[in-house]
């Protein structure tokens, strides 16, 4: 029998009552200077901002909101058709300076205790792969976390969100100013992902702002906002896994 996630309690003010059960999981990054000022905020009344739990570089999880209440920590946000996420969703703020004040990589036991603390949080709420997702997969245009170093790889090697290594296909790469029936299929594709970008066949700000936040999740090796052809095959090769 495996044993109890261990979990420090530090509850929140911040938060109401949920509109729906969890069906979408949110990793971000603190994006402050220490955990400690992180956690501050995330109680603080006065910020009203929160998360159902924080983890600590050192491994260390807290709880501060119950799963049961909706915790504010997507703020405007879509995926797979549903808007303003915090009503059906479950938010893990992940200790990280971000890419403002020093972005770094998770130190391992700060990642074993993430993908602990999914598995606990699937135990007990229907989530699926496909509903795992970092904060700039749901706000593209305004949030970078959790970013390009945390390693969505080894989460879902861990049985917890959807990954797949794809070849290079063939192709010129699109790029913003570009237009036609390529850039028309490649926001297809990122709409049957769960983006919120309808296609117009315009390469437009838009549509820059969700390649780089899946190139962050899906193709960490060069976020640029280039859909070249490394890009693409892991797209298509996500699609067909039936994400």
Known sequence: MTAPLEVIEA???????????P????????????????????????????????????GRIFRLVAEERRAWHAGV?????????????????????????????FPDAQV???????????ARWTIDDGRIVGHSDVAPERKDDPGELFPWKRLAEAGHGLWVDAPPA??????????????FALQAG??????????????????????IAFQRHWRPATVDGIADGATRAQLMALLRLGA
């Open 77 to 105: 946000s879509f995926w797979k058709g549903a808007r303003n996420l915090n009503g059906v969703s479950i938010g893990v703020e992940i200790v990280n300076p971000g890419h403002e004040f020093g972005y770094r990589a």
């Open 190 to 211: 990122f709409t049957r992902l769960g983006y919120d970008l309808p296609p117009s066949g315009r390469f437009d700000a838009a549509t820059r702002d969700v390649v």
């Open 11 to 21: 509850p929140s003010p911040n938060f109401d009552a949920r509109t729906a059960p």
């Open 170 to 183: 063939p192709g010129l790469p699109l790029a913003q100013g570009d237009e036609g029936a390529g850039v």
């Open 23 to 58: 069906q979408i999981l949110v990793l971000h990054y603190t994006g402050m200077r220490t955990g400690e000022a992180a956690l501050a905020r995330l109680r603080d009344p006065l910020a009203k901002v929160s998360s159902h739990y924080l983890v600590e570089e050192d």
């Open 112 to 122: 074993a205790a993430v993908i602990d603390l999914v598995a606990d949080i699937r």
